[in-house]
C-alpha cells in the first residue's frame, strides 16, 4: 500500500537558496491538489548575500523556471561570465583562466592536451589558454551565444552569469509568489518536534504563530536551525585541508577592466574575488584566521579596490565542511545550513541547485523511506567531496612560500581521490571525470596545468601525427580562435542590442 503524499511543504530561511527552493518547488510540484509551499524568513535577520558568481549549469535551473534571460539580466543588474582568472596563484605575477567549455580540438580520437603537450616539445610555447575561445573572449571583454555549428569554436563556449544575490533572490520571490508560495515573515523562536520519532511538527516564530508541516527545508544558513540545532546532525570540519574560514566582502564603484570574467587573486593569507556587475563591482577578502587577523585582511581588501566601497566591510566566519547527513527525518538542508565550501569556483549557488534537483527527483511520500533517504545523503557527501578536491587542487599546487600560510598549503596532505588525478596527469597527461562529477576534464586540465603541473608524458597517439602536421593544426586553431573573437561584440554591446543592459543612470549607482 502507497504511503500518502507529501502535501505541506515548509522552507525555514529565504535569501537566495531559499526563495531558489521555493521557486523550483512550486514550478515541478506545485500542481497537486492540496499542495502548499510557505516560506518563513524575517526582515531582521540578514543573509550572507555574497555568492554572486555561477557556473554555467544555472543556465539549465533558469530555463526550467521559464526565466527570460534578458529581464534575468536587467533586473539581476547581471553580466556574463567565461570563467575565472587566476591571478598569482602559482607565483607572484603569473595568471591563468579557467575557462568555461573546452579547449582545441580533439584529434584522432584522443583529448586535446595530448597535441598541445608534443607542441611544446616541438618548441610551439601558445599557452593553453590560446585555445580556449571562453578564455580569450573572456580577456578580450567580448561576448556572444554558443552556436550549434560544430565548425564554429563558439560551439565549444559556455557561459554563466554574475549578479546581485540581493536582487536575484527578489526576482525569484516574484516569481515563486505568482505560482502560490506563502510567505510568512518571523523569526524562528522553538522547533516543535514528534516526541517518538524526533520528526519535525511545526516552527513556532517570535509572534507566537505556528507553521505545521510535513516536509522542511533548512535554509536558514549557517545557524542551521533544524538540521544542525533541532536534530543535531553532526558537522564534517574540512579545515585541515582548506584552512581558509574568515571572509571579509564590500562593493564598490565600477572601475577597472570588467572583462566577463570573475577575478580570483592569492594573497598572503588567502584571496581576494573581484566580480564585475551592470552597476557595481563585488569584492571580498577569504583568509585564514590563523595566519591573518581580520583588521588586517579588511585594510588588504580595502587597498587593492578598482573604485570606492559603498557599504561598510561585512564581516563572516565559516567552518568548511558539510553535516553528515543533509537529509535527517523530515528535514533537507540546502545552502549553508548544509555545508559551505569556499566559493572560489563559485559553487556555492550551484549546490542549492544540485540540492534542490536531487530532492525533486527523490521528493519523498508520508513514509520518508530510508533508502530515498540514504542515496540523498550518499550524493550530497560525494558531490561535496569532489567539490573540495578541486578547491584543494589550487591550494596545494603551488610555488609559493612566501608566507606561513602557502608553507602550509604546499605541504598539505591532499585526498587520496585528488592524489589520484595528479599521479595521472603528472605521468601521463590524462585525466578521468569519477561518477560524472561537476567538474569536467576541461577545468581539471586548465587548473591542473594553471597551477603549474606538467606533465611527463602524453599519448602515444599524439604522435602519428608528424611534425609539421601537429604544429600546423595547432597554429590554425589559434588564428581561428583569434579572429572569432575580434569578430565578437563586447559584453556591454551584446546586451545593449539584446536589450539586458540597465539604463546609463542605473550603472552609476548601487
Not at 609559493?400 to 603528472?426: H, I, Q, T
Not at 602519428?464 to 600546423?472: F, R, S, V, Y
Request: include cysteine; charge should be negative.
Amino acid at each position: 500500500m502507497s504511503a500518502a503524499p507529501v502535501t505541506k511543504v515548509v522552507i525555514v530561511g529565504g535569501g537566495t537558496a531559499g526563495w531558489m527552493t521555493a521557486a523550483a518547488t512550486a514550478r515541478i510540484m506545485g500542481e497537486g491538489p492540496g499542495f502548499s509551499i510557505t516560506l518563513v524568513e524575517s526582515e531582521t535577520i540578514g543573509t550572507v548575500g555574497v555568492g554572486e558568481a555561477t557556473i554555467p549549469q544555472i543556465i539549465g535551473f533558469n530555463r526550467l523556471l521559464g526565466i527570460d534571460e534578458m529581464q534575468f539580466m536587467r533586473e539581476t543588474r547581471a553580466t556574463y561570465k567565461l570563467g575565472i582568472e587566476f591571478v598569482d596563484w602559482l607565483r607572484p605575477g603569473h595568471s591563468y583562466v579557467h575557462p568555461f567549455g573546452s579547449y582545441g580540438l580533439d584529434m584522432l580520437g584522443i583529448e586535446f592536451q595530448h597535441f598541445w603537450l608534443r607542441g611544446r616539445t616541438l618548441g610551439d610555447e601558445a599557452d593553453i589558454d590560446a585555445y580556449s575561445i571562453a578564455a580569450m573572449a573572456g580577456k578580450a571583454g567580448k561576448f556572444d551565444w554558443p552556436r550549434p555549428d560544430t565548425n564554429s569554436p563558439m560551439s565549444k563556449l559556455a557561459y554563466a552569469f554574475q549578479f546581485d544575490a540581493a536582487r536575484y533572490a527578489a526576482f525569484l520571490r516574484r516569481m515563486a509568489e505568482g505560482e502560490g508560495v506563502s510567505r510568512i515573515e518571523g523569526r524562528v523562536v522553538e522547533v516543535h518536534q514528534d516526541g517518538e520519532s524526533g520528526f519535525v511538527t511545526g516552527i513556532e516564530l517570535d509572534s507566537g504563530k505556528v507553521v505545521e508541516g510535513e516536509l522542511f527545508i533548512d535554509c536558514s544558513g549557517f545557524r542551521s536551525l533544524l538540521l544542525g540545532q533541532a536534530l543535531e546532525v553532526p558537522f564534517n570540519d574540512w579545515s585541515h585541508w582548506l584552512p581558509c574560514d574568515g571572509a571579509v566582502a564590500v562593493p564598490c564603484t565600477l572601475g577597472g577592466k570588467n572583462e566577463p570574467l570573475t577575478r580570483s587573486t592569492a594573497r598572503p593569507a588567502g584571496w581576494q574575488w573581484r566580480i564585475p556587475l551592470q552597476h557595481r563591482l563585488g569584492n571580498g577578502h577569504v583568509f585564514s584566521s590563523a595566519y591573518m587577523e581580520r583588521e588586517d585582511a579588511t585594510d588588504m581588501l580595502l587597498a587593492n579596490l578598482d573604485g570606492q566601497p559603498l557599504t561598510e566591510p561585512n564581516q563572516l566566519f565559516f567552518k568548511t565542511g558539510h553535516r553528515a547527513r543533509v537529509w535527517e527525518k523530515n528535514v533537507i538542508a540546502l545552502g549553508l545550513s548544509a555545508g559551505f565550501l569556499e566559493p572560489l569556483e563559485s559553487t556555492s549557488i550551484h549546490l542549492v541547485q544540485s540540492g534542490i534537483a536531487r530532492l525533486m527527483s527523490l521528493f519523498p511520500d508520508s513514509s520518508f523511506s530510508p533508502v530515498e533517504i540514504a542515496r540523498f545523503n550518499e550524493e550530497t557527501e560525494r558531490e561535496y567531496a569532489d567539490i573540495r578536491d578541486f578547491l584543494v587542487l589550487h591550494y596545494s599546487a603551488t610555488e609559493r612560500d612566501d608566507s606561513e600560510f602557502w608553507r602550509y598549503c604546499r605541504n598539505l596532505e591532499v585526498p587520496d581521490g585528488l592524489k589520484e588525478k595528479l599521479e595521472m596527469f603528472a605521468s601521463s597527461g590524462r585525466i578521468f571525470r569519477e561518477n560524472n562529477e561537476l567538474f569536467t576534464e576541461a577545468s581539471w586540465l586548465s587548473v591542473m596545468l594553471g597551477q603549474g603541473i606538467t606533465p611527463e608524458r602524453y599519448h602515444p597517439a599524439a604522435r602519428l601525427l608528424d611534425d609539421q602536421e601537429t604544429l600546423k593544426r595547432l597554429t590554425h586553431i589559434r588564428e581561428v580562435i583569434h579572429q572569432t573573437v575580434d569578430q565578437l561584440p563586447t559584453q556591454y554591446q551584446f546586451l545593449q542590442n539584446k536589450g539586458g543592459a540597465i539604463p546609463t543612470d542605473a550603472r552609476l549607482s548601487a
